[in-house]
Protein backbone atom coordinates (compact mmCIF):
# COMPACT_ATOMS: atom_id res chain seq x y z
CA UNK A 1 0.00 0.00 0.00
CA UNK A 2 1.36 3.54 -0.97
CA UNK A 3 2.02 5.35 1.96
CA UNK A 4 -0.59 8.28 2.91
CA UNK A 5 0.03 12.30 2.98
CA UNK A 6 1.25 11.85 6.90
CA UNK A 7 3.61 9.10 6.41
CA UNK A 8 4.92 10.75 3.68
CA UNK A 9 5.65 14.35 4.85
CA UNK A 10 7.01 12.47 7.81
CA UNK A 11 9.27 10.04 5.72
CA UNK A 12 10.57 12.33 3.21
CA UNK A 13 10.54 15.94 4.08
CA UNK A 14 10.64 15.91 7.80
CA UNK A 15 14.30 16.23 9.30
CA UNK A 16 15.37 17.98 12.36
CA UNK A 17 16.65 21.26 11.64
CA UNK A 18 20.47 22.36 12.32
CA UNK A 19 19.63 25.45 12.04
CA UNK A 20 18.69 27.96 15.51
CA UNK A 21 16.44 30.34 13.23
CA UNK A 22 13.84 27.68 12.80
CA UNK A 23 11.59 28.01 16.03
CA UNK A 24 8.86 25.22 14.44
CA UNK A 25 8.85 23.93 11.25
CA UNK A 26 6.91 20.67 8.93
CA UNK A 27 4.30 19.29 11.15
CA UNK A 28 1.97 22.60 12.22
CA UNK A 29 -0.26 25.28 10.08
CA UNK A 30 3.19 27.29 9.68
CA UNK A 31 6.31 27.46 10.30
CA UNK A 32 7.65 30.26 12.98
CA UNK A 33 11.46 31.60 11.53
CA UNK A 34 13.58 34.26 13.70
CA UNK A 35 15.29 36.19 10.63
CA UNK A 36 17.76 38.08 11.78
CA UNK A 37 17.68 41.45 13.26
CA UNK A 38 19.33 44.29 10.78
CA UNK A 39 18.97 42.28 7.64
CA UNK A 40 16.52 42.30 4.84
CA UNK A 41 14.06 39.54 3.79
CA UNK A 42 14.75 37.73 0.44
CA UNK A 43 12.01 35.59 -1.16
CA UNK A 44 11.42 33.45 -3.79
CA UNK A 45 9.18 30.97 -5.88
CA UNK A 46 9.83 29.17 -8.31
CA UNK A 47 7.82 26.29 -10.38
CA UNK A 48 8.87 23.23 -12.14
CA UNK A 49 6.27 21.25 -14.87
CA UNK A 50 6.80 17.88 -15.53
CA UNK A 51 7.70 17.72 -19.56
CA UNK A 52 8.60 21.55 -19.62
CA UNK A 53 10.79 22.10 -16.90
CA UNK A 54 12.75 18.65 -17.03
CA UNK A 55 12.08 15.73 -19.65
CA UNK A 56 10.17 12.39 -19.51
CA UNK A 57 12.42 10.10 -17.67
CA UNK A 58 14.43 13.03 -16.05
CA UNK A 59 16.07 10.80 -12.75
CA UNK A 60 13.91 12.14 -9.46
CA UNK A 61 17.29 13.32 -7.81
CA UNK A 62 17.85 15.99 -10.96
CA UNK A 63 14.44 16.60 -9.97
CA UNK A 64 15.00 17.74 -6.63
CA UNK A 65 17.98 19.12 -7.07
CA UNK A 66 16.60 21.49 -9.85
CA UNK A 67 13.63 22.33 -7.61
CA UNK A 68 15.75 24.12 -5.40
CA UNK A 69 18.41 25.13 -7.31
CA UNK A 70 16.27 27.39 -9.64
CA UNK A 71 15.26 29.19 -6.11
CA UNK A 72 18.76 29.47 -4.90
CA UNK A 73 19.68 31.00 -8.22
CA UNK A 74 17.43 33.98 -7.37
CA UNK A 75 18.85 34.18 -3.84
CA UNK A 76 21.97 34.33 -5.54
CA UNK A 77 21.21 37.09 -8.38
CA UNK A 78 20.24 39.09 -5.19
CA UNK A 79 23.34 38.44 -3.20
CA UNK A 80 21.13 37.25 -0.69
CA UNK A 81 22.13 34.15 1.61
CA UNK A 82 19.47 31.21 1.79
CA UNK A 83 17.83 29.97 4.67
CA UNK A 84 15.02 28.23 4.73
CA UNK A 85 12.33 26.20 2.22
CA UNK A 86 8.93 25.83 1.55
CA UNK A 87 7.96 22.98 -0.85
CA UNK A 88 4.59 22.20 -2.59
CA UNK A 89 4.73 19.19 -4.16
CA UNK A 90 1.77 17.73 -6.62
CA UNK A 91 2.21 14.52 -7.69
CA UNK A 92 0.51 11.56 -9.50
CA UNK A 93 1.04 8.77 -7.04
CA UNK A 94 3.20 8.35 -3.70
CA UNK A 95 5.61 6.30 -5.50
CA UNK A 96 8.69 5.50 -2.79
CA UNK A 97 11.41 4.35 -4.74
CA UNK A 98 10.85 8.04 -6.97
CA UNK A 99 10.17 9.82 -3.39
CA UNK A 100 13.60 8.20 -2.21
CA UNK A 101 15.39 9.89 -5.01
CA UNK A 102 13.87 13.45 -5.25
CA UNK A 103 14.32 13.62 -1.62
CA UNK A 104 18.13 12.60 -1.49
CA UNK A 105 18.27 15.05 -5.05
CA UNK A 106 16.54 18.18 -2.94
CA UNK A 107 18.06 17.62 0.78
CA UNK A 108 21.66 17.20 -0.41
CA UNK A 109 21.85 20.47 -2.11
CA UNK A 110 19.85 22.20 0.86
CA UNK A 111 22.40 20.49 3.07
CA UNK A 112 25.11 22.06 0.91
CA UNK A 113 23.43 25.43 1.39
CA UNK A 114 22.52 25.18 5.19
CA UNK A 115 18.47 25.49 3.73
CA UNK A 116 16.15 24.06 6.33
CA UNK A 117 12.87 22.80 4.72
CA UNK A 118 10.40 24.40 7.07
CA UNK A 119 7.17 23.42 5.86
CA UNK A 120 5.40 23.22 2.05
CA UNK A 121 2.05 20.99 0.67
CA UNK A 122 1.84 17.36 -0.50
CA UNK A 123 -0.99 17.14 -2.77
CA UNK A 124 -2.46 14.28 -5.28
CA UNK A 125 -2.27 15.86 -8.98
CA UNK A 126 0.49 16.47 -12.08
CA UNK A 127 3.42 16.35 -11.57
CA UNK A 128 4.66 20.06 -10.56
CA UNK A 129 6.94 21.44 -7.64
CA UNK A 130 6.84 24.41 -6.38
CA UNK A 131 9.67 25.76 -3.86
CA UNK A 132 9.73 29.32 -2.13
CA UNK A 133 12.91 30.18 -0.96
CA UNK A 134 13.23 32.42 2.20
CA UNK A 135 16.74 34.00 2.72
CA UNK A 136 18.50 37.38 4.15
CA UNK A 137 20.99 40.09 2.72
CA UNK A 138 22.05 42.51 4.98
CA UNK A 139 19.99 46.47 4.41
CA UNK A 140 20.80 48.13 1.42
CA UNK A 141 23.32 45.44 0.09
CA UNK A 142 20.70 43.54 -2.07
CA UNK A 143 21.25 43.59 -5.54
CA UNK A 144 19.42 44.51 -8.01
CA UNK A 145 18.56 44.43 -11.69
CA UNK A 146 18.30 48.32 -11.70
CA UNK A 147 21.41 49.57 -10.67
CA UNK A 148 23.63 49.60 -14.32
CA UNK A 149 25.06 52.45 -15.29
CA UNK A 150 26.68 54.16 -18.44
CA UNK A 151 30.15 52.76 -18.25
CA UNK A 152 30.05 49.71 -16.39
CA UNK A 153 31.83 46.74 -17.40
CA UNK A 154 29.07 43.73 -18.28
CA UNK A 155 30.22 40.39 -16.74
CA UNK A 156 28.94 36.85 -16.64
CA UNK A 157 30.02 33.70 -14.28
CA UNK A 158 31.04 30.46 -15.70
CA UNK A 159 30.42 29.13 -19.15
CA UNK A 160 26.38 29.52 -20.19
CA UNK A 161 25.80 27.31 -23.15
CA UNK A 162 26.38 23.98 -21.79
CA UNK A 163 23.26 23.32 -20.07
CA UNK A 164 20.90 24.57 -23.05
CA UNK A 165 23.29 22.27 -25.13
CA UNK A 166 22.71 18.95 -22.46
CA UNK A 167 19.11 19.40 -23.02
CA UNK A 168 19.50 19.25 -26.62
CA UNK A 169 21.95 15.83 -26.28
CA UNK A 170 19.12 14.58 -24.22
CA UNK A 171 16.61 15.51 -26.62
CA UNK A 172 18.00 14.10 -29.35
CA UNK A 173 18.71 10.74 -27.75
CA UNK A 174 22.60 11.32 -28.52
CA UNK A 175 23.20 11.30 -24.41
CA UNK A 176 21.52 10.09 -22.04
CA UNK A 177 20.61 10.49 -18.16
CA UNK A 178 23.27 8.87 -16.89
CA UNK A 179 26.20 10.40 -19.48
CA UNK A 180 29.11 12.25 -18.08
CA UNK A 181 29.00 14.97 -20.72
CA UNK A 182 29.67 17.60 -19.13
CA UNK A 183 26.75 19.28 -20.89
CA UNK A 184 24.47 16.91 -19.81
CA UNK A 185 26.00 17.00 -16.20
CA UNK A 186 25.36 20.57 -16.32
CA UNK A 187 21.47 20.61 -17.18
CA UNK A 188 21.04 17.95 -14.90
CA UNK A 189 22.67 19.31 -12.43
CA UNK A 190 22.69 23.67 -12.25
CA UNK A 191 25.36 25.08 -9.80
CA UNK A 192 23.80 28.02 -8.19
CA UNK A 193 26.45 30.71 -7.82
CA UNK A 194 24.99 31.24 -4.31
CA UNK A 195 28.50 32.39 -3.06
CA UNK A 196 29.41 34.66 -5.81
CA UNK A 197 26.24 36.16 -5.23
CA UNK A 198 27.35 37.24 -1.86
CA UNK A 199 30.81 38.50 -3.41
CA UNK A 200 29.17 40.86 -5.25
CA UNK A 201 26.93 42.54 -2.91
CA UNK A 202 29.70 45.43 -2.51
CA UNK A 203 31.04 45.29 -5.92
CA UNK A 204 28.10 44.66 -8.56
CA UNK A 205 26.02 47.55 -9.89
CA UNK A 206 23.44 45.45 -10.72
CA UNK A 207 23.26 41.48 -10.84
CA UNK A 208 20.80 38.71 -12.28
CA UNK A 209 20.56 35.37 -12.82
CA UNK A 210 20.70 33.86 -16.46
CA UNK A 211 18.06 31.07 -16.83
CA UNK A 212 16.43 31.90 -19.97
CA UNK A 213 19.29 32.85 -21.88
CA UNK A 214 21.77 35.00 -21.90
CA UNK A 215 20.81 37.72 -24.54
CA UNK A 216 16.82 37.72 -23.66
CA UNK A 217 17.67 38.26 -20.08
CA UNK A 218 20.27 41.00 -20.82
CA UNK A 219 17.56 42.75 -22.48
CA UNK A 220 15.67 42.59 -19.13
CA UNK A 221 18.87 43.59 -17.34
CA UNK A 222 19.22 46.30 -19.80
CA UNK A 223 15.55 47.26 -19.41
CA UNK A 224 15.20 47.68 -15.67
CA UNK A 225 18.25 49.64 -15.44
CA UNK A 226 17.33 52.24 -18.08
CA UNK A 227 20.52 51.40 -20.31
CA UNK A 228 21.87 49.93 -23.22
CA UNK A 229 24.00 46.77 -23.03
CA UNK A 230 26.53 45.97 -25.83
CA UNK A 231 28.03 42.51 -25.86
CA UNK A 232 31.30 41.79 -27.95
CA UNK A 233 30.45 38.54 -29.42
CA UNK A 234 34.50 37.62 -29.63
CA UNK A 235 34.07 37.41 -25.78
CA UNK A 236 32.07 34.85 -25.16
CA UNK A 237 33.26 32.25 -22.84
CA UNK A 238 32.99 29.07 -25.38
CA UNK A 239 33.55 25.79 -23.23
CA UNK A 240 35.73 22.87 -24.28
CA UNK A 241 32.92 20.81 -23.97
CA UNK A 242 30.46 22.73 -26.60
CA UNK A 243 33.74 23.59 -29.16
CA UNK A 244 34.50 19.89 -29.02
CA UNK A 245 30.98 19.28 -30.79
CA UNK A 246 29.93 22.01 -32.57
CA UNK A 247 31.34 24.84 -34.67
CA UNK A 248 31.85 28.27 -33.58
CA UNK A 249 28.41 30.18 -34.51
CA UNK A 250 26.73 27.24 -33.24
CA UNK A 251 28.51 27.47 -29.79
CA UNK A 252 27.49 31.07 -29.31
CA UNK A 253 23.95 30.57 -30.27
CA UNK A 254 23.90 28.04 -27.21
CA UNK A 255 25.45 30.92 -25.07
CA UNK A 256 23.21 33.04 -26.16
CA UNK A 257 20.00 31.10 -26.11
CA UNK A 258 20.76 28.46 -24.31
CA UNK A 259 18.68 28.03 -21.12
CA UNK A 260 18.96 26.41 -17.84
CA UNK A 261 22.48 28.34 -17.29
CA UNK A 262 22.30 29.84 -13.76
CA UNK A 263 24.96 31.35 -14.20
CA UNK A 264 24.83 35.48 -12.84
CA UNK A 265 24.88 38.37 -15.17
CA UNK A 266 26.30 41.51 -13.31
CA UNK A 267 27.59 44.90 -14.16
CA UNK A 268 30.94 46.51 -12.46
CA UNK A 269 31.62 49.49 -11.95
CA UNK A 270 35.39 50.14 -14.00
CA UNK A 271 36.97 51.13 -10.95
CA UNK A 272 36.12 47.40 -9.12
CA UNK A 273 37.19 45.72 -12.35
CA UNK A 274 40.52 45.40 -10.73
CA UNK A 275 39.37 43.07 -8.21
CA UNK A 276 37.69 40.21 -10.48
CA UNK A 277 40.85 38.04 -10.56
CA UNK A 278 40.61 37.65 -6.79
CA UNK A 279 36.74 37.20 -6.76
CA UNK A 280 37.09 34.28 -9.53
CA UNK A 281 39.88 32.73 -7.03
CA UNK A 282 38.00 32.98 -4.10
CA UNK A 283 34.65 31.39 -5.63
CA UNK A 284 36.08 28.88 -7.94
CA UNK A 285 34.12 30.50 -10.54
CA UNK A 286 35.29 31.79 -14.19
CA UNK A 287 34.45 35.63 -14.56
CA UNK A 288 33.93 36.94 -17.78
CA UNK A 289 34.22 40.56 -19.22
CA UNK A 290 31.89 40.50 -22.15
CA UNK A 291 30.98 43.75 -22.94
CA UNK A 292 29.51 47.21 -21.22
CA UNK A 293 27.00 49.51 -20.64
CA UNK A 294 26.28 52.10 -22.82
CA UNK A 295 23.47 54.81 -23.36
CA UNK A 296 20.70 54.01 -24.89
CA UNK A 297 18.37 50.59 -24.91
CA UNK A 298 18.00 47.21 -25.21
CA UNK A 299 21.39 44.88 -26.34
CA UNK A 300 23.37 45.62 -29.22
CA UNK A 301 25.89 42.60 -29.91
CA UNK A 302 30.04 43.54 -32.06
CA UNK A 303 32.25 41.77 -33.57
CA UNK A 304 35.20 43.28 -34.44
CA UNK A 305 34.03 46.17 -32.97
CA UNK A 306 31.21 46.34 -35.66
CA UNK A 307 27.22 46.02 -35.04
CA UNK A 308 25.87 42.42 -36.07
CA UNK A 309 22.00 41.31 -36.06
CA UNK A 310 21.41 38.64 -33.78
CA UNK A 311 18.29 36.91 -33.69
CA UNK A 312 16.34 35.59 -30.88
CA UNK A 313 14.72 36.40 -27.53
CA UNK A 314 14.56 34.62 -24.50
CA UNK A 315 12.11 32.17 -23.46
CA UNK A 316 8.48 33.15 -23.07
CA UNK A 317 6.41 30.52 -21.53
CA UNK A 318 3.12 31.80 -22.80
CA UNK A 319 4.44 33.10 -26.11
CA UNK A 320 2.23 32.61 -29.33
CA UNK B 1 -2.70 37.25 -29.69
CA UNK B 2 -2.29 35.86 -25.86
CA UNK B 3 -0.15 38.26 -24.10
CA UNK B 4 3.02 36.71 -22.96
CA UNK B 5 4.73 35.71 -19.52
CA UNK B 6 6.02 39.62 -18.86
CA UNK B 7 3.01 41.32 -20.09
CA UNK B 8 1.01 38.66 -17.86
CA UNK B 9 3.08 39.12 -15.25
CA UNK B 10 2.88 42.90 -15.51
CA UNK B 11 -1.12 43.74 -16.30
CA UNK B 12 -2.30 41.17 -13.75
CA UNK B 13 0.10 40.64 -10.89
CA UNK B 14 1.84 44.01 -10.56
CA UNK B 15 0.36 46.09 -8.64
CA UNK B 16 1.53 49.21 -6.68
CA UNK B 17 1.98 47.68 -2.50
CA UNK B 18 0.61 49.92 0.42
CA UNK B 19 2.65 48.17 2.76
CA UNK B 20 5.73 50.35 3.13
CA UNK B 21 7.41 46.70 4.52
CA UNK B 22 7.66 45.74 0.63
CA UNK B 23 11.22 47.25 -0.48
CA UNK B 24 11.20 45.56 -3.89
CA UNK B 25 8.04 43.47 -4.88
CA UNK B 26 7.61 41.80 -8.27
CA UNK B 27 9.90 42.40 -11.24
CA UNK B 28 13.59 41.62 -9.86
CA UNK B 29 14.93 37.77 -9.42
CA UNK B 30 13.51 37.89 -5.25
CA UNK B 31 11.37 40.39 -3.37
CA UNK B 32 12.98 42.30 -1.05
CA UNK B 33 10.60 42.84 2.63
CA UNK B 34 11.61 44.32 6.04
CA UNK B 35 9.84 41.50 8.75
CA UNK B 36 9.09 44.16 11.85
CA UNK B 37 11.85 43.51 14.46
CA UNK B 38 10.92 41.42 17.86
CA UNK B 39 8.11 39.90 15.32
CA UNK B 40 8.62 35.84 14.83
CA UNK B 41 8.12 35.21 10.76
CA UNK B 42 5.38 32.55 9.94
CA UNK B 43 5.59 30.88 6.49
CA UNK B 44 3.17 28.86 4.90
CA UNK B 45 2.44 27.43 1.34
CA UNK B 46 -0.57 25.73 0.16
CA UNK B 47 -1.82 24.13 -3.37
CA UNK B 48 -4.68 23.70 -5.42
CA UNK B 49 -5.09 21.58 -8.19
CA UNK B 50 -7.47 21.59 -10.78
CA UNK B 51 -10.33 19.27 -10.07
CA UNK B 52 -8.88 18.15 -6.86
CA UNK B 53 -9.49 21.30 -4.67
CA UNK B 54 -11.88 23.10 -7.12
CA UNK B 55 -14.38 21.56 -9.47
CA UNK B 56 -14.32 22.14 -13.44
CA UNK B 57 -16.29 25.57 -14.47
CA UNK B 58 -15.29 27.02 -11.09
CA UNK B 59 -15.39 30.46 -11.87
CA UNK B 60 -11.69 31.94 -11.56
CA UNK B 61 -12.80 34.46 -9.48
CA UNK B 62 -13.71 31.92 -6.49
CA UNK B 63 -10.47 30.34 -7.42
CA UNK B 64 -8.16 33.03 -7.07
CA UNK B 65 -10.06 33.64 -3.56
CA UNK B 66 -9.27 30.05 -2.14
CA UNK B 67 -6.07 30.28 -3.46
CA UNK B 68 -5.36 32.74 -0.94
CA UNK B 69 -8.24 31.75 1.80
CA UNK B 70 -6.35 28.37 2.32
CA UNK B 71 -3.19 30.39 3.07
CA UNK B 72 -4.48 32.87 5.16
CA UNK B 73 -6.52 30.55 7.44
CA UNK B 74 -3.19 28.74 8.24
CA UNK B 75 -1.88 32.23 9.10
CA UNK B 76 -5.03 32.63 11.31
CA UNK B 77 -4.28 28.87 13.28
CA UNK B 78 -0.98 30.21 14.13
CA UNK B 79 -2.42 33.43 15.72
CA UNK B 80 -0.48 35.36 12.76
CA UNK B 81 -0.71 38.53 10.61
CA UNK B 82 -0.83 38.02 7.16
CA UNK B 83 1.52 40.24 5.24
CA UNK B 84 3.16 39.00 1.57
CA UNK B 85 2.14 36.49 -1.05
CA UNK B 86 3.97 34.72 -3.46
CA UNK B 87 2.09 33.26 -6.57
CA UNK B 88 3.22 30.52 -8.14
CA UNK B 89 0.62 30.10 -11.27
CA UNK B 90 0.98 27.36 -13.75
CA UNK B 91 -2.10 27.20 -16.08
CA UNK B 92 -2.25 25.59 -20.10
CA UNK B 93 -2.91 28.81 -21.59
CA UNK B 94 -2.67 32.96 -20.71
CA UNK B 95 -6.87 33.61 -21.00
CA UNK B 96 -7.27 37.34 -20.48
CA UNK B 97 -10.84 36.69 -19.30
CA UNK B 98 -9.86 33.68 -16.73
CA UNK B 99 -7.13 35.84 -15.55
CA UNK B 100 -9.50 38.86 -15.15
CA UNK B 101 -11.34 36.90 -12.80
CA UNK B 102 -8.36 34.88 -10.86
CA UNK B 103 -6.70 38.34 -10.39
CA UNK B 104 -9.99 39.88 -8.76
CA UNK B 105 -10.57 37.39 -6.72
CA UNK B 106 -7.05 36.94 -5.10
CA UNK B 107 -6.91 41.02 -5.16
CA UNK B 108 -9.92 41.32 -3.85
CA UNK B 109 -9.21 38.92 -0.91
CA UNK B 110 -5.68 40.50 -0.42
CA UNK B 111 -6.67 43.75 -0.43
CA UNK B 112 -9.56 42.91 2.70
CA UNK B 113 -6.39 41.67 4.82
CA UNK B 114 -3.93 44.45 4.09
CA UNK B 115 -1.82 41.77 2.34
CA UNK B 116 0.86 42.31 -0.82
CA UNK B 117 1.87 39.93 -3.96
CA UNK B 118 5.28 40.41 -4.16
CA UNK B 119 6.82 37.66 -6.40
CA UNK B 120 5.77 33.99 -7.55
CA UNK B 121 6.45 32.42 -10.85
CA UNK B 122 4.12 31.73 -13.78
CA UNK B 123 4.80 28.78 -16.28
CA UNK B 124 2.62 26.99 -18.95
CA UNK B 125 0.99 23.35 -17.15
CA UNK B 126 -2.01 22.15 -15.94
CA UNK B 127 -3.75 24.17 -13.66
CA UNK B 128 -1.80 23.91 -10.43
CA UNK B 129 -1.57 26.92 -8.23
CA UNK B 130 0.93 27.27 -5.16
CA UNK B 131 0.24 30.40 -2.36
CA UNK B 132 3.16 31.01 -0.17
CA UNK B 133 2.11 33.74 2.34
CA UNK B 134 4.25 35.39 5.17
CA UNK B 135 3.16 36.82 8.12
CA UNK B 136 4.11 37.72 11.49
CA UNK B 137 3.36 36.92 15.42
CA UNK B 138 4.68 38.14 18.35
CA UNK B 139 7.90 36.66 19.76
CA UNK B 140 5.96 33.92 22.02
CA UNK B 141 2.84 34.68 21.00
CA UNK B 142 2.48 31.82 18.33
CA UNK B 143 -0.59 29.50 18.71
CA UNK B 144 0.53 25.71 17.56
CA UNK B 145 -1.12 22.53 17.97
CA UNK B 146 0.37 20.80 20.72
CA UNK B 147 -0.33 23.12 23.68
CA UNK B 148 -3.76 21.49 24.72
CA UNK B 149 -3.81 20.38 27.88
CA UNK B 150 -6.41 17.89 30.05
CA UNK B 151 -9.16 19.93 31.31
CA UNK B 152 -9.28 22.22 28.67
CA UNK B 153 -11.89 23.08 26.93
CA UNK B 154 -12.52 22.51 22.77
CA UNK B 155 -13.97 25.08 20.24
CA UNK B 156 -14.88 25.20 16.74
CA UNK B 157 -15.56 28.74 15.04
CA UNK B 158 -18.60 29.14 12.92
CA UNK B 159 -20.62 26.61 11.04
CA UNK B 160 -18.66 23.54 9.92
CA UNK B 161 -20.18 21.38 7.50
CA UNK B 162 -21.51 23.74 5.63
CA UNK B 163 -18.59 24.04 2.73
CA UNK B 164 -18.49 20.20 2.55
CA UNK B 165 -22.45 20.38 1.76
CA UNK B 166 -21.75 23.22 -0.96
CA UNK B 167 -19.39 21.30 -2.47
CA UNK B 168 -21.80 18.21 -2.27
CA UNK B 169 -24.78 20.19 -4.02
CA UNK B 170 -22.15 21.57 -7.06
CA UNK B 171 -21.36 18.22 -7.56
CA UNK B 172 -24.70 16.48 -7.75
CA UNK B 173 -25.88 19.17 -9.91
CA UNK B 174 -28.69 21.07 -7.58
CA UNK B 175 -26.79 23.87 -7.30
CA UNK B 176 -24.76 25.78 -9.84
CA UNK B 177 -22.18 28.00 -9.08
CA UNK B 178 -23.54 31.31 -9.20
CA UNK B 179 -26.20 29.94 -6.29
CA UNK B 180 -27.06 32.53 -3.34
CA UNK B 181 -27.23 29.22 -1.42
CA UNK B 182 -25.59 29.20 2.06
CA UNK B 183 -23.78 26.20 1.84
CA UNK B 184 -22.45 27.02 -1.82
CA UNK B 185 -21.38 30.47 -0.92
CA UNK B 186 -19.25 28.94 2.04
CA UNK B 187 -17.57 26.80 -0.37
CA UNK B 188 -16.67 28.88 -3.17
CA UNK B 189 -15.84 31.79 -0.55
CA UNK B 190 -14.22 30.67 2.60
CA UNK B 191 -13.90 33.21 5.03
CA UNK B 192 -10.61 32.96 7.09
CA UNK B 193 -10.45 33.47 10.66
CA UNK B 194 -7.55 35.81 11.41
CA UNK B 195 -8.36 38.68 13.56
CA UNK B 196 -10.27 35.51 15.59
CA UNK B 197 -6.89 33.88 15.30
CA UNK B 198 -4.86 36.96 16.38
CA UNK B 199 -7.30 37.58 19.25
CA UNK B 200 -6.82 34.03 20.76
CA UNK B 201 -3.19 34.32 21.12
CA UNK B 202 -3.43 35.07 24.32
CA UNK B 203 -6.64 32.77 25.25
CA UNK B 204 -5.76 29.60 23.61
CA UNK B 205 -3.81 26.98 24.86
CA UNK B 206 -3.91 25.41 20.96
CA UNK B 207 -5.47 25.64 17.60
CA UNK B 208 -5.06 24.64 14.23
CA UNK B 209 -7.38 25.48 10.91
CA UNK B 210 -10.06 22.89 9.74
CA UNK B 211 -9.61 22.19 6.37
CA UNK B 212 -10.02 18.21 5.82
CA UNK B 213 -12.92 17.38 8.04
CA UNK B 214 -12.89 18.81 12.00
CA UNK B 215 -12.63 15.09 13.48
CA UNK B 216 -9.75 13.78 11.47
CA UNK B 217 -8.06 17.47 12.15
CA UNK B 218 -9.81 16.82 15.97
CA UNK B 219 -7.36 13.72 15.89
CA UNK B 220 -4.29 15.41 14.34
CA UNK B 221 -4.64 18.23 17.29
CA UNK B 222 -5.08 15.13 19.97
CA UNK B 223 -1.82 13.70 18.64
CA UNK B 224 0.19 16.84 18.28
CA UNK B 225 -0.64 17.48 22.02
CA UNK B 226 -0.12 14.02 23.02
CA UNK B 227 -4.01 14.05 24.95
CA UNK B 228 -7.58 12.78 24.24
CA UNK B 229 -10.54 15.08 22.82
CA UNK B 230 -14.03 14.09 23.86
CA UNK B 231 -16.48 15.84 21.29
CA UNK B 232 -20.32 16.03 22.68
CA UNK B 233 -22.03 15.59 19.08
CA UNK B 234 -25.14 17.42 20.67
CA UNK B 235 -23.24 20.58 21.14
CA UNK B 236 -21.98 20.48 17.46
CA UNK B 237 -23.53 23.66 16.08
CA UNK B 238 -25.69 22.81 13.30
CA UNK B 239 -26.48 25.66 10.23
CA UNK B 240 -29.69 26.06 9.99
CA UNK B 241 -28.61 26.52 5.77
CA UNK B 242 -28.28 21.89 6.36
CA UNK B 243 -31.15 21.56 8.75
CA UNK B 244 -33.17 23.30 6.06
CA UNK B 245 -32.22 20.09 3.56
CA UNK B 246 -31.11 17.32 5.11
CA UNK B 247 -31.86 14.93 8.41
CA UNK B 248 -29.97 15.22 11.43
CA UNK B 249 -27.54 12.91 11.29
CA UNK B 250 -26.61 13.31 7.82
CA UNK B 251 -25.90 17.57 9.01
CA UNK B 252 -23.74 16.11 11.69
CA UNK B 253 -21.92 13.94 9.16
CA UNK B 254 -20.81 17.26 7.28
CA UNK B 255 -19.90 18.79 10.08
CA UNK B 256 -17.66 16.01 11.04
CA UNK B 257 -16.49 14.83 7.86
CA UNK B 258 -17.02 17.84 5.20
CA UNK B 259 -13.71 19.51 4.06
CA UNK B 260 -12.91 23.10 3.47
CA UNK B 261 -14.33 24.62 5.87
CA UNK B 262 -11.64 27.06 6.99
CA UNK B 263 -12.79 27.47 10.49
CA UNK B 264 -10.67 27.34 13.59
CA UNK B 265 -10.49 24.64 16.01
CA UNK B 266 -8.62 25.90 19.08
CA UNK B 267 -8.62 24.30 22.79
CA UNK B 268 -9.08 27.22 25.74
CA UNK B 269 -8.14 26.76 29.38
CA UNK B 270 -11.13 26.37 31.55
CA UNK B 271 -10.43 29.98 33.47
CA UNK B 272 -10.60 32.00 29.67
CA UNK B 273 -13.76 30.27 29.21
CA UNK B 274 -15.62 33.45 30.51
CA UNK B 275 -14.09 35.70 27.61
CA UNK B 276 -15.59 33.63 24.70
CA UNK B 277 -18.93 35.78 24.24
CA UNK B 278 -16.81 38.94 24.08
CA UNK B 279 -14.49 37.19 21.75
CA UNK B 280 -17.63 36.40 19.78
CA UNK B 281 -19.06 39.62 19.57
CA UNK B 282 -15.83 41.02 18.75
CA UNK B 283 -14.40 39.05 15.70
CA UNK B 284 -18.42 38.86 14.13
CA UNK B 285 -17.97 34.73 14.72
CA UNK B 286 -19.98 31.94 16.64
CA UNK B 287 -17.80 30.32 19.12
CA UNK B 288 -19.26 27.19 20.42
CA UNK B 289 -18.00 24.37 22.98
CA UNK B 290 -18.10 21.10 21.29
CA UNK B 291 -16.11 19.50 24.28
CA UNK B 292 -12.95 18.70 26.23
CA UNK B 293 -9.53 17.84 26.72
CA UNK B 294 -8.90 14.16 28.39
CA UNK B 295 -6.06 12.15 29.31
CA UNK B 296 -5.10 9.58 26.49
CA UNK B 297 -5.58 9.67 22.65
CA UNK B 298 -7.52 10.10 19.91
CA UNK B 299 -10.80 11.80 20.08
CA UNK B 300 -13.84 9.88 21.22
CA UNK B 301 -17.46 11.28 20.39
CA UNK B 302 -20.19 11.07 23.40
CA UNK B 303 -24.21 11.56 22.56
CA UNK B 304 -26.12 11.87 26.62
CA UNK B 305 -23.10 11.20 27.34
CA UNK B 306 -22.17 7.78 26.37
CA UNK B 307 -19.54 7.20 24.29
CA UNK B 308 -20.75 6.29 20.34
CA UNK B 309 -18.53 4.88 17.13
CA UNK B 310 -18.08 7.76 14.05
CA UNK B 311 -16.31 6.36 11.43
CA UNK B 312 -14.45 7.95 9.59
CA UNK B 313 -11.51 10.18 9.24
CA UNK B 314 -9.76 13.36 8.03
CA UNK B 315 -8.68 13.20 4.04
CA UNK B 316 -5.17 12.09 3.21
CA UNK B 317 -4.79 12.94 -0.63
CA UNK B 318 -2.87 9.43 -0.85
CA UNK B 319 -5.09 7.19 1.01
CA UNK B 320 -4.90 3.70 -1.22
Same mark, same amino acid.
Given at each position: ?????????????????????????????????????????????????? #??????? %?????????????????????????????????????????????????????????????? #?? +??? #???????????????????????????????????????????????????????????????????????? #????????????????????????????????????????????????????????????????????????????????????????????????????????? %??????????? +????????
Amino acid at each position: MPPGEFELIARWFTRQSVRSDVLLGVGDDAALLAPPPGQVLVAAADTLVA #GRHFLPG %TPAACIGHQALAVNLSDMAAMGAEPAWALLSLSMPQADPEWLDGFAQGLHALADAHDVALVG #GD +TVS #GPLVITVCLLGFVPSGEALRRTGARVGDLLYVSGTPGLAGAGLELLRSGIESFDSTDDCVRRFLHAEPRVTL #GRRLRSLASAAMDVSDGLLGDARKLAAASGVGLRIELERLPLAPALLARWPRDRCESFVLHGGDDYELLFTLPVANAGRVAELAQATGCELHCIGEIVAGEGVSC %TRGGRVVAVPG +TGFDHFAG
